[in-house]
C-alpha cells in the first residue's frame, strides 16, 4: 500500500490506550484503502490537532474520525460536540470506539451528532474484523467529503 498517494484517507484515532493505538495501527496497515493514521492520546490534544494549533500547525484535516470516549484532559463526549457545534470541523464524520455497551452512552452519543458507535470487541480477532469492517465501509463504500482538503 502507497501511503505516500494524494488520495490516501486521513485518519484521526484519538485514543488514549497505547495497546489500543498499537491495535489500530498494525489493523490499519492491513486495510485494503490507503489511509495516513494520526493519533493524539487526549480530548484537548484531538481539538489542537483538528484546529491546526501550536504544534499541529501543519496538521492535515482528518477525512474520519476515530473517537474514545473516556478521555483524559477533555473526554470524548465534550470533543464530540464541539466538534459538531464547528462549522469548519462538524461535516467530518465521527466513529465513537468505545468499551461501553451502555444504551444510554449509545443514545447520547448519537444525540451529539455521532456517524457511528462501535463497541469495542476485547477478543484480538474481533477487533481486527470490527477495523476491517471500519474499513470496507467508511474508506470503500461511503462517499467522505473532501471539500476542506488544502
Known amino acids: 500500500m502507497n501511503n505516500e498517494s494524494k488520495n490516501c484517507i486521513e485518519v484521526l484515532l484519538v485514543e488514549d490506550n497505547p495497546a489500543d493505538v498499537i491495535l489500530m495501527q498494525e489493523a490499519l496497515y492491513d486495510a485494503v484503502y490507503c489511509n495516513r493514521l494520526h493519533v493524539v492520546n487526549d480530548g484537548e490534544e484531538a481539538m489542537a490537532f483538528l484546529r491546526r494549533q501550536d504544534v499541529y500547525a501543519a496538521a492535515p484535516r482528518p477525512d474520519i474520525i476515530l473517537l474514545d470516549l473516556n478521555l483524559p484532559k477533555k473526554d470524548g463526549r465534550e470533543v464530540l460536540k464541539e466538534i459538531?457545534?464547528?462549522?469548519?470541523?462538524?461535516?467530518?464524520?465521527?466513529?465513537?470506539?468505545?468499551?461501553?455497551?451502555?444504551?444510554e452512552e449509545i443514545m447520547n452519543s448519537y444525540r451529539l451528532h455521532a456517524n457511528c458507535f462501535i463497541s469495542k470487541p476485547v477478543d484480538l480477532n474481533r477487533f481486527f474484523e470490527m477495523?476491517?469492517?471500519?474499513?470496507?465501509?467508511?474508506?470503500?463504500?461511503?462517499?467522505?467529503?473532501?471539500?476542506?482538503?488544502g
Do not use: N
Open 84 to 103: 459538531k457545534e464547528d462549522g469548519s470541523l462538524m461535516h467530518i464524520p465521527v466513529i465513537i470506539i468505545s468499551t461501553s455497551q451502555s444504551q
Open 131 to 149: 477495523v476491517r469492517a471500519i474499513d470496507s465501509f467508511w474508506f470503500s463504500v461511503a462517499s467522505l467529503p473532501q471539500a476542506w482538503r
